[in-house]
């Protein structure tokens, strides 16, 4: 197997779970609930454009007085349904990391196997050519003598 199609195979098997991860990922960072709190934004935590979450602690700290319950309830919510996200990425039959360590296993063993199999073949090329080289070694040594006897 060529080096740029296992790469290609690499890349496809990284792009399906890292797709995956970030789809987990940004329904995490956009959650809403039906509580009293739509969505961590309501609490002070923001996605902003770079990816990453900022939180302003004087926002949850405002909402905490004005609510404490339902802080709670939200982030037990928000708790639970990021517990089953990540639960679905590392399912053992279904999940995009049980599959793309499985998709990588799979292409390991498929190298290994064309690795053995390129080295048998060396090996017995190498066979052939030591048996040639005896041969003609053989060969030479017979036209010696009979030159020597001329």
Not at 142 to 147: G, N, R
Request: charged fraction near 20%; aromatic fraction near 6%.
């Amino acid at each position: 197997m060529p080096a740029s199609v296992v790469a290609r195979a690499v890349v496809a098997v990284t792009e399906d779970a890292v797709a995956e991860l970030s789809r987990a990922l940004s329904g995490l960072a956009t959650y809403s609930s039906g509580g009293a709190f739509a969505g961590l934004r309501d609490l002070g935590v923001e996605l902003q454009k770079d990816g990453t979450l900022a939180q302003n602690q004087f926002q949850l700290i405002a909402a905490d007085l004005r609510n404490s319950a339902g802080v709670t309830s939200f982030f037990e919510d928000f708790a639970d349904t990021a517990g089953k996200a990540l639960d679905a990425l590392e399912d053992s039959e279904t999940g995009a990391l049980q599959t793309a360590a499985a998709d990588f296993q799979a292409q390991i063993q498929s190298l290994t196997d064309k690795i053995a199999d390129k080295q048998s073949q060396i090996d017995e090329l190498e066979e052939r050519l030591t048996q040639q080289m005896s041969a003609a070694d053989a060969l030479l040594a017979t036209m010696e003598q009979q030159y020597s006897y001329m």
